[in-house]
């Protein structure tokens, strides 16, 4: 959800080449985040205008189009945070505004935000891959032992599973999966887990590890890889040969 503040100054400075707005829109989608809900925020500051609204759409749209975004499939709410309004319920103040409509898959409308919200469409879980499990910590727990914690992004990680570490080379087996204080029968992609492993030093293995399935095409180094580098309000030039300090 991209929260924009239709105060006068305000969106403009957002949006501005410098702008925390326009680089929270770059980096939620250069990290994969497709589906965008824009909420024009603090419209009781500007009376509600009509005029306002359409001229925030109107540039938004503009710089989310450029970003990667289609307009189309973006829904656009006018809200006041501070007071609630189009927040839950369809408020009074703006009697112009007829809804948001966006069409993805599925048609869809809506004229709150939490319609908006609930109008997202689940992305797909990628339960059928390998697992890769890249750890985003690994803490030592008293009375419990090694604990690594990261996001699952594919396959499936559960209780009595081997699995091993790349590039570090560890194997071991999996005692429990947990996630928020709660054990998991499994985790799959989406889920940030913590689970415990047996005989496993936190010195073994550490952040920037990845785990999978030892049985079941379990991660290793390569030689090479492609990349997408996106690189923000970059003073100079980027050329061959170019190496950042």
């Not at 702008?19 to 980096?27: D, I, K, M, S, V």
């Not at 109107?58 to 189009?65: A, L, M, P």
């Not at 289609?70 to 945070?81: D, E």
């Not at 914690?149 to 091993?164: D, P, Q, S, Y």
């Amino acid at each position: 959800i991209l929260i924009i503040a239709a105060g006068t100054g305000e969106f403009e400075a957002g949006i501005s080449k410098d702008g925390q707005t326009r680089e929270h829109a770059l980096l939620a989608y250069t990290l994969g985040v497709k589906q965008l809900i824009v909420a024009i925020n603090k419209m009781d500051t500007c009376k509600w205008s009509e005029a306002r609204f359409n001229e925030i759409i109107k540039e938004t749209s503009s710089f989310i189009k450029k970003v990667g975004y289609n307009p189309k499939h973006v829904a656009f709410v006018p809200i006041s945070g501070f007071n609630g309004d189009n927040m839950i319920d369809s408020s009074p103040n703006c009697p112009w505004y007829k809804g948001w409509e966006k069409e993805i898959k599925v048609k869809a409308s809506g004229k709150t935000l939490l319609e908006a919200i609930d109008a997202i469409e689940p992305p797909s879980r990628p339960t059928d891959k390998p697992l890769r499990l890249p750890l985003q910590d690994v803490y030592k727990i008293g009375g419990i032992g090694t604990v690594p914690v990261g996001r699952v992004e594919t396959g499936i990680i559960k209780a009595g599973m081997v699995v091993t570490f790349a590039p570090a080379g560890v194997t071991t087996e999996v005692k429990s999966v947990e996630m928020h204080h709660e054990q998991l029968v499994e985790g799959v992609p989406g889920d940030n887990v913590g689970f415990n492993v047996k005989n496993v030093s936190v010195k073994e293995i550490r952040r920037g590890n990845v785990a999978g399935d030892s049985k079941n095409d379990p991660p290793k180094g390569a030689e090479s890889f492609n990349a997408q580098v996106i690189v923000l309000n970059h003073p100079g030039q980027v050329g061959a040969g170019y190496a950042p300090v």
